[in-house]
């Protein structure tokens, strides 16, 4: 089992920046692809990025050049660093652990003001 706690979420205006992190304890491998998603107001969960303990990433076409997700660090945490923040980008990010099985936290919301 792994238990995934997001945090860092908040209220920013446009073009305003947030860190994201995600702490991870349990059953962590090194195998192990820690991903964030967003599921906007009414709309479906998308992907966001995603990192290997290797800092192998991969980024949405609409966060690239604006995001950087960080490798885990010695205690399993994982940063989302959010630039150039715009009103599309609200969200509740949620973190996800995958490694065979999927596993989820329940998200930190981030609200982005005009």
């Known amino acids: 089992q792994v238990q995934l706690v997001e945090s860092g979420g908040g209220l920013v205006q446009a073009g305003g920046s947030l860190r994201l992190s995600c702490t991870a304890s349990?059953?962590?491998?090194?195998?192990?692809?820690f991903r964030w998603y967003r599921q906007g107001p009414g709309k479906p969960r998308e992907f966001v990025a995603s990192?290997?303990?290797?800092?192998?990433?991969n980024y949405a076409d609409s966060v690239k050049g604006r995001f950087t997700i960080s490798a885990p660090d010695a205690a399993n945490t994982v940063y989302l660093q959010m630039n150039r923040l715009t009103v599309e980008d609200t969200a509740l990010y949620l973190c996800?652990?995958?490694?065979?099985?999927?596993?989820w936290g329940h998200g930190t919301q981030v609200t982005v003001s005009s």
């Open positions: 996800n652990y995958h490694t065979g099985a999927d596993y």
């Open positions: 349990g059953s962590i491998s090194r195998f192990g692809v």
């Open positions: 990192t290997t303990r290797r800092s192998i990433t």
